[in-house]
C-alpha cells in the first residue's frame, strides 16, 4: 500500500533513512554502477512501485541513472518497455506485485555480479557484518543479528536491525515468530515513525 506521494528525487534520502538492507543494496549499486540486471531490477522496480513510486517517476529515476552509460534511445528502446510492464501497462499487462522476504531469501539466488536477494541469506557474514555497521550498529547489536543469521532466521535478523535503528517493533522480539514478511512492510514502518 503506498505511504503517499514518492517522487525520484527522494529516493537516495529515503533509502537511507527507511529501506530495508536488500533494497540499500540494490540502491547503491544501481547508483555506483548506473545499471542493475534483470533479476535486481524486478526485486527492486516492483519495490519503488510498491512505496508509490508512479510509473512516470520510475521511468524519471531509471532513466537518469541508465542514461549515464547510454543514449536516451536505446534507454527507450531496451528498459522502458520492462519498467512499464512492472506497473502492468505491457504485455499481458498482469499487475505485479512486489516480492515478499520468503520470494527473495528462497528463489533466484544472485550469482556474481547481482545485487538482488537478501543480505541476510545471500552476502559472505564477514560483509554483512561490514554492511551492518555500516547502519550505524554497534559491535553489540552485529553480533545479536548474526546470532539470527546463523539460526537460519534472516527475517528475524532484519527485524532486529530495524529495532536496532528505529526502536522496538510491537511487543518486541520475544521469539523468533516476530518478523517482517515484506521488504516494504519494513519501508512502511520505518516510514511511518519518522514521518508522523
Ligand atoms: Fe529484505 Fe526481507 Fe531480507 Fe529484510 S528479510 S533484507 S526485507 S528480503
Known amino acids: 500500500k503506498p505511504v503517499g506521494e514518492i517522487t525520484a528525487d527522494m529516493i537516495d534520502l529515503l533509502s537511507k533513512t527507511s529501506f530495508p538492507l536488500c533494497m540499500q543494496q540494490l540502491h547503491s549499486a544501481f547508483r555506483s554502477n548506473h545499471h542493475l540486471r534483470h533479476g535486481g531490477r524486478m526485486q527492486y522496480g516492483l519495490f519503488l512501485k510498491g512505496i508509490g513510486l508512479s510509473l512516470e ?26 519498467i512499464r510492464h512492472y506497473y502492468g501497462k505491457e504485455g499481458r499487462k498482469a499487475d505485479y ?5 520468503i520470494k527473495i531469501i528462497t528463489t533466484n539466488t544472485p550469482g556474481v555480479g547481482d545485487f538482488h536477494g537478501c543480505p541476510f541469506k545471500h552476502s559472505d557474514p564477514d560483509v554483512l557484518r561490514q554492511k551492518l555497521a555500516g547502519q550505524g550498529l554497534k559491535q553489540e547489536g552485529v553480533d545479536q543479528v548474526m546470532q539470527f543469521v546463523k539460526g537460519g532466521h534472516y527475517q528475524v535478523a532484519c527485524a532486529r536491525v530495524f529495532e536496532l535503528i528505529h526502536g522496538s517493533l510491537s511487543g518486541g522480539l520475544i521469539d523468533v515468530e516476530v518478523s517482517f514478511q515484506h521488504p516494504n512492510q519494513y519501508f512502511e514502518e520505518s516510514y511511518k515513525r519518522l514521518h508522523k
Do not use: L
Open 57 to 82: 517517476e520510475a521511468i524519471r529515476f531509471w532513466k537518469s541513472e541508465f542514461t549515464k552509460i547510454m543514449d536516451g534511445d536505446k534507454f527507450d528502446k531496451q528498459y522502458s518497455y520492462s
Open 97 to 101: 506485485t512486489p516480492y515478499s522476504c
